[in-house]
């Protein structure tokens, strides 16, 4: 069983980065590929980037293109995404997903990552 | 504003059937994308319910089904329980491999 566990709750001034890490467990690591998904308080779901860690290819949404980069360490199975030049806006839950390639949907979800921007 | 379109909120009575809308464009669903639909159950995480426009994961009960036509996506829930109250999402992607998500719809059980 996949298992995604994230980093905990983070409270950032604006302007400055926040860097979150998501721990893939269970299934093979290599042939994941990965997105970010945020949902701002009361707001829907976005969908902001993915890697495919084997390979190390990013694809990032237009939106968050210059501001968000997605990493990978193979050796822990573990994916990062950090965003920076944060702004109240950014204020959301952002979760980790498993993306089936074969279809582009998120299977496994992890528990979420609260940051809070604020001054 | 959401790419997909979907209605804010749905509502129906125990038993009865309710259906959800997605729709999309000839950018999307209709250049031939699949549709997935997601359940968020408040303070959780979303939950697959549905991929590839009509299939279900395993665990999920088969009151839930969904279909795709044209450039729109439907979600349908026969013999509604309290339990499904929750928010529900479609998903597709464009020609960039982006996902696009809808903004939510809202399930009241009455």
Same mark, same amino acid.
């Given at each position: ?15 400055? $980065? ?12 290599? $042939? ?9 308080? /009361?707001? /829907?779901?976005?969908?902001? /980037? ?5 390979? /190390? ?30 702004? $109240? ?31 | ?17 309710? @259906? ?57 829930? @026969? ?25 939510? @719809?809202?399930? @009241?059980?009455?």
């Amino acid at each position: 069983q996949v298992q995604l566990v994230q980093s905990g709750a983070e409270v950032k001034k604006p302007g400055s $980065s926040v860097k979150v890490s998501c721990k893939a467990s269970g299934g093979t690591f290599s $042939s994941y590929t990965i997105s970010w998904v945020r949902q701002a308080p /009361g707001q /829907g779901l976005e969908w902001m /980037g993915r890697i495919i860690p084997i390979f /190390g290819i990013v694809n990032y949404a237009q939106k968050f293109q210059g501001r968000v980069t997605i990493t990978a360490d193979k050796s822990t199975s573990t994916v990062y995404m950090e965003l920076s030049s944060l702004r $109240s806006e950014d204020t959301a839950v952002y979760y980790c997903v498993r993306d089936r390639v074969e279809g582009y949907y998120f299977d496994y979800w992890g528990q979420g990552t609260l940051v809070t921007v604020s001054s | 504003q959401s790419v997909l379109t979907q209605p804010p909120s749905v509502s129906g009575a125990p038993g009865q059937r309710v @259906t959800i809308s997605c729709t999309g464009s000839s950018s999307n669903i209709g250049a031939g994308y699949d549709v997935h639909w997601y359940q968020q159950l408040p303070g959780t995480a979303p939950k697959l319910l549905i991929y590839g426009n009509s299939n279900r994961p395993s665990g999920v009960p088969d009151r839930f089904s969904g279909s795709k036509s044209g450039t729109s996506a439907s979600l349908a829930i @026969t013999g509604l329980q309290a339990e499904d109250e929750a928010d529900y999402y479609c998903q597709s992607y464009d020609s960039s491999l982006s996902a696009l998500f809808g903004g939510g @719809t809202k399930l @009241t059980v009455l």
